[in-house]
């Protein structure tokens, strides 16, 4: 993906994090084609208990005292803990409302949802990536083995970087996505990253959608 200027970008205007709120309320539908690999992809340990939603909770406030940053489109994702190390891209809403996946055929390439918050603003910030294609594993295919306390690193066009600790992984069906839990905004700067997940059949996909909850607790 080409560099841009991040400051042209930091002028346009922005929907409102609310409309993405109320587009996202059935989940994502972004990656519905799975390879069906025989032991299928990593899945959080939410996916073994009874079929009642959670309500997540953000840890004892780890990000007190810490500046947000301003705006600046995301470049670069990094979590140490499953060797994810991949560029990311803009993406916006498909026609059907749902935000769109980065193209199938790369499978090392995340994207970010460029009408809501950058990484590391006031806010929740959303990145989004497939599990797999019909040749393998893609780049968030070990997502649901992610554990509270590690990290991801998100590098912005503004050269800075925004460090999140994760907080929650859920895992949650696509008919019973709570979005306004997911895309809430906590008044803190927040991330959420989401792929495919939960059951898979080869006529439907993927049933549900993995997702990491994280709070920015460091920026360099």
Known sequence: MPAKDFRVVERRRRRPWGVLALAMLSGLAMMRNGVGLADGPPQPAAAARPAARPVVQPSAAVSDGLEPLTFAPASRIRIPAIRVA??????????????????????????????????????????????????????????????????????RYDGRVAVFEVYGVEV?????????????????????VITCGGGYTRAGGYDGNVVVYARMIASR
């Open 172 to 192: 949650y069906t696509k008919n019973d996505f709570p979005g306004l839990q997911v895309y809430a905004d906590t008044g803190e700067p927040e991330l959420r």
């Open 86 to 155: 991949a560029p990311i891209m803009d993406v916006g809403l498909d026609p059907d409302g749902w935000v769109a996946a980065p193209p199938p055929e790369d499978t090392n390439l995340a994207g970010w949802y460029q009408n809501g918050v950058a990484p590391g603003q006031r806010g929740t910030s959303v990145v989004v990536g497939h599990v797999d294609n019909a040749r393998g594993p893609a780049v968030f295919y070990a997502l649901g083995s992610v554990e509270k306390g590690q990290h991801v690193e998100v590098e």
